[in-house]
Structures are given as structure tokens and as C-alpha cells.
Nanobody, 128 residues
Framework: EVQLFESGGGSVQAGGSLTLSCTAS????????MAWFRQVPGKDREGVAA????????FYVDSVKGRFTISQDIAVNTVNLQMNSLKPEDTGTYFC?????????????????????WGQGTQVTISS
């Protein structure tokens, strides 16, 4: 079974940057979708960025557009999330997820949460 491993979380001050990485334990299809979700206590997990791997098309929630960049390195089964100009409201546990893309992927990413494969999460804390 595919396992996903996140890394790169940490604590930085507002305005700083972090890069999160998600690596799959085995070769996964190049046509699936990978995404990053964020969760804070008491709230639902929120999709913040996603990439359709086969077409290399990316999607972002409005709150991170222009600040976050999702990218993939198919050769090493890794998807990265470059986070710049971080704000305290970006604080949370970040999870990566992977699965085959839904048929309507252009309409539902990055908020679609029907993924079957999830990482364990990595904490990001932004101080003001």
C-alpha cells in the first residue's frame, strides 16, 4: 500500500518561508492528483493546494494564491509545497494526500477531499 511521508514543517516568524515535501513510498501513477491540506484544532481539514500530476496543472485556495507553490518531481515521487510570505493564519498541521483524480478535477481541486492515501502530517507554526 502506498504510504506518504511529509517533511519540512517547523516554526518561523510571519513573512518567512518554509518548504514542505511529500514523498511516496513507491512509484505511484503519474496521472493521479496530489494535494496539501491544512488543519487547525476544531476545524475541518482544508485543501490549500493540489496538482494534477499528469497535466502538471496546479490549484490553490484563494488565501494562499501568490504565496504558495506546489510542484512535483516525478522521478523521486515527491510533491513540494513552497510557502512564502507566511502568516499566522497559515499555522496548522499540513497533510499531503494522493489518489486518482476525480473526473471533475478541474472543478473541484484543491478542496476535493476524496483521497484514500494520506500522510501523517507535519506541523507548521507561524508567529507574529
Amino acid at each position: 500500500e502506498v504510504q506518504l511521508f511529509e517533511s519540512g514543517g517547523g516554526s518561523v516568524q510571519a513573512g518567512g518561508s518554509l518548504t514542505l515535501s511529500c514523498t511516496a513510498s513507491e512509484v505511484i501513477t503519474g496521472t493521479g492528483c496530489m494535494a496539501w491540506f491544512r488543519q487547525v484544532p476544531g476545524k475541518d481539514r482544508e485543501g490549500v493546494a493540489a496538482i494534477a500530476r499528469g497535466s502538471n496543472v496546479s490549484f490553490y485556495v484563494d488565501s494562499v494564491k501568490g504565496r504558495f507553490t506546489i510542484s512535483q518531481d516525478i522521478a523521486v515521487n515527491t510533491v513540494n509545497l513552497q510557502m512564502n510570505s507566511l502568516k499566522p493564519e497559515d499555522t496548522g498541521t499540513y497533510f499531503c494526500a494522493w489518489d486518482r483524480c476525480p473526473i471533475e478535477w478541474r472543478d473541484v481541486l484543491p478542496t476535493w477531499n476524496g483521497y484514500n492515501y494520506w500522510g501523517q502530517g507535519t506541523q507548521v507554526t507561524i508567529s507574529s
